[in-house]
């Protein structure tokens, strides 16, 4: 597991997906989006898993850092997003994310981690 200042990152070798939990409270800036894909990056060790993002507990995201995590302009290091929603406010970030910057693969959101397991299962994106 890899903590940042508003995440922790981890990688699910058994299933093949990786799981990032947003601290609580956390306002993320760019700089917090560009070190969480570094995680991701390095836990990956050069592979590309799914993952599934639990905003449940976020208090806000730049712009700049949903431009960032939708992956236009630069490689992809994932191979799809489930988003894990609940709070009014998680929900208006995670439909942000979806309607504004249009991530470069698939993308839904989700009101449990295992919900959102399941469809990257359906989906045959899990190894």
Do not use: C
């Not at 590309?48 to 949903?66: G, H, T």
């Not at 489930?82 to 942000?96: E, Q, T």
């Amino acid at each position: 597991m890899i903590e940042t200042r508003v995440f922790t990152t981890s990688l699910n070798k058994e299933q093949g997906y990786l799981l990032t939990h947003v601290k609580p409270g956390s306002e993320i800036g760019v700089n917090d989006a560009r070190e969480n894909t570094e995680a991701v990056i390095s836990l990956s060790g050069g592979r590309n898993f799914p993952i599934v993002v639990d905003l449940r507990k976020i208090k806000s995201i730049s712009k700049e850092a949903r431009d960032h995590f939708s992956m236009r302009g630069r490689k992809p290091h994932v191979t799809a997003i489930a988003m894990v929603v609940s709070s009014p406010l998680s929900r208006i970030i995670g439909n942000f994310f979806l309607g504004l910057n249009k991530p470069t693969v698939p993308t839904r959101m989700f009101s449990s981690e295992a919900d959102g397991i399941k469809w990257l299962s359906k989906e045959g994106l899990l190894d």
